[in-house]
């Protein structure tokens, strides 16, 4: 596409996946120009591109759904408590349809370059095929899990068979049918579709650096009678992940790990383990996560259950997480995963015990052999949370880059704002939280703020130093005491070499977050100056 003359915009949001979607919803609504760049030829965002067999929620379809719209809510019917990818991307599809949104989106534009005009207070904004806008607001709805991350494995390029990321799944089915596959990485995603690679190919190998805590996920289809009770449930549902800290159903339990006997203590951890999704996570001993002890008490219950579903007590071994607590990292919510290892055509590779040396054109070489193989899939995760962003060349006052403004880890107001970047808006997962109840809360907020602007015949809004230093110190203080902050994941950067080390999110849950969105807005936006 060559050069055009660019479109003018009030706000242009980049990402049409869940949060986009409703971020133009919201300033439609508002009568605003506004526009969604979209790097894919579909709508969707993470349901659009993470298409591999076995994909789906891990939080209950009930409360992942948008809660904006009574109609929606009623037309739309779930056919499975944990929905899978097709369905959740037909999701987004009817949402889009629903409300009117395709004529605001504009396919495959990926944005390459946003540079602030001081004079001006716009934003100059370019794809990769050429397009151009010129906005007011530029708002980043690009995802948390969104960049991929590819590993530093020498001879990738050199493999002769299939290769793919499980991001970047191919649109039409794969046929594993007598072949020998491995795959790299035994993360949430590879966890999901280990499983379905096994009973579909010859023969996979599993390339395992470190083990994680799975947990059943229990998923079941929703009969007519369950659709029926869900939707005259939704308030009661919606109201109760406003309630929690990380906007699931599931609550704590008010007791701590020791305040029981080693019975009851037992009997507690069955009833959860038996109850669907995030229940063995959320919903347990509300020590879980401060308290050492009481974790190692629950990772031995798991470790347990591990070797009960796992025949060769070697391999049972090598899947038992044993150097960082439960909770720490995601919690993979699995099905069958632990008996696809006792398949005669599964076997797992510990690559902690011999590493992976290099991609050969024959497959995968470690320190101890070379596994030949007709197809590799890259299950090796994601550039979290800031990735998306800093692959932009995004330059705001004085010429500064993303880059630069982060080069000792992300700095943001709210998680949505950052020092010298005016009329900027991040949207990628500011709370750790049930992805889409936080999603609305600061789709809505940024709506209200924009309104507000105009109402007041404001040009430009950027978050104060002082406003971002203090946000930044509290951020840092709620993990101080959590279990998860001593441990290398990527909520923190740590899977990408030389990233700086960071919580990537907001640790004090979604109603403190939504009391500081309420301060902001009760006292005209003290945290930002205005002009």
Known sequence: MSKSAPEELDALVIGAGVTGLYQLYCLLQRGLRVKIYEAGDGVGGTWYWNRYPGARFDSESVSYAYSFSEELLQEWDWKEEFSGQPENEQYLNFMADKFELRPHIRLGERVK??????TANRWDVETESGRRART??????????SATHMPDIPGIADFAGESFHTSRWPADPVDFAGKRVGVIGTGATAVQLIPHVAEACGHLTVFQRTPNYCAPLRNAQITPKRQAEIKRSYPEIFERCNQTVAGFIHEP???????????????????????????KWFGNFKDLMTNPEANEEYCKFVRKKIRERVDDPAVAEKLCPKDHYFGAKRIPLETDYYETYNRDN???????EAPIERITAKGVKTADAEYELDVIVYATGFDAVTGEITRIDLRGVDGQTIQERWAEGPRTYMGLQTVGFPNFFIENGAVFCNFTRCAEVTAEFVSRCIGYLREKGYERIEATPEAEEGWTKHADSLIKNM?????????????????????L????????YREKCAHEEASGYEGFALS
């Open 113 to 118: 370059s946003a540079i602030f005009d001081e």
């Open 136 to 145: 007011q607001h530029l708002i980043a709805a690009v995802g948390i899990l």
């Open 253 to 279: 339990d008010p007791r701590a790990t020791f305040d029981v006997g080693p019975e009851e203590r037992e009997a507690f951890y069955e009833e959860i383990w038996a109850q669907p999704g995030f229940k």
């Open 346 to 352: 599964v076997l797992l590779v510990d690559v902690r």
């Open 483 to 503: 279990l998860r902050s001593d441990v290398n994941t990527w909520f923190f950067g740590s899977n990408i070499p030389g990233k700086p080390r960071a919580f």
């Open 505 to 512: 999110f907001y640790a004090g849950g979604g109603p403190a």
